[in-house]
């Protein structure tokens, strides 16, 4: 698959209150698509809100457009940033919990994309006027549909299945495992019980999956009454 490559700008200044536009446009080869906008609200109590609004603009791209595609990965995407903080929550390294939050999509299905921080801007010049107002909400990741629910894929979950299963690749590992979910025979083992003493809203259960004839694998699930997660895998 040749590289994709999505760019990405954000204005330091609000352009309303709360409110920071994003430019955007992608590269296939030679071939550039527009240069369009998304104006980002968002409300957060950490310094520099642009660069949370650059996030969010680029986790809206990549999970609920098909600019780069559909149902694709991190494989052959490569990102073009304005703010090194996007980098930074990818690998792991900010101390910002709502970078830290709306970054989890970079560090499970798009942890082998790469991201540079690009120093020109000059190509936001070619803005055709075509511009997005999102929040948040608009930005949720999507839950893998299966028989027992919407189910979340925590980064430590993919990273033992990679581990257990010899998987060269967190992005291949995340596709698979989402895969595995979605198409095994699924067995109780451990039904639901409270996670910790204290917490009643907070349970635990573990399932096997079976699919075609290969090993089964263990998987654990901590729910609370809003998401359900898978919090590691067992094989």
Request: aromatic share 8%; charged share 25%; hydrophobic share 35%.
């Amino acid at each position: 698959m040749p590289l994709t490559i999505l760019e990405t700008f954000v204005q330091r200044e609000p352009i309303s209150q709360n409110q920071y536009r994003v430019f955007f446009r992608t590269q296939n080869g030679d071939r550039f698509s527009p240069v369009r906008a998304i104006d980002v609200s968002v409300i957060t109590f950490h310094d520099e809100p642009y660069k949370l609004a650059e996030l969010l603009a680029i986790k809206y791209v990549l999970l609920h457009k098909t600019y780069v595609g559909v149902n694709r990965t991190g494989k052959d995407l490569q990102l073009n940033v304005s703010s090194g903080a996007i980098r930074k929550a990818q690998k792991l390294h900010t101390t910002n919990s709502d970078m830290h939050l709306h970054a989890r999509f970079l560090q499970t299905r798009f942890a082998e994309a790469s991201i540079k921080v690009a120093r020109r801007t000059d190509w936001i010049t070619l803005f055709n006027g075509e511009v997005e107002d999102i929040s948040p909400n608009d930005c949720l990741d999507p839950p893998i549909k299966t028989h027992i629910g919407d189910i979340h894929l925590t980064r430590h979950a993919v990273e033992r299945f990679c581990e257990r299963m010899s998987i060269s690749s967190i992005d291949r590992a995340w596709r698979r495992l989402s895969k595995m979910l979605t198409s095994s025979n699924w067995t109780i083992k451990k039904p639901q019980r409270p996670l910790r003493e204290g917490k009643p809203n907070r349970t635990t259960e573990t399932w096997a999956l079976i699919r075609d004839n290969t090993p089964a694998i263990d998987i654990v699930i901590v729910r609370n009454p809003k998401v359900s997660r898978v919090v590691t895998v067992i094989a």
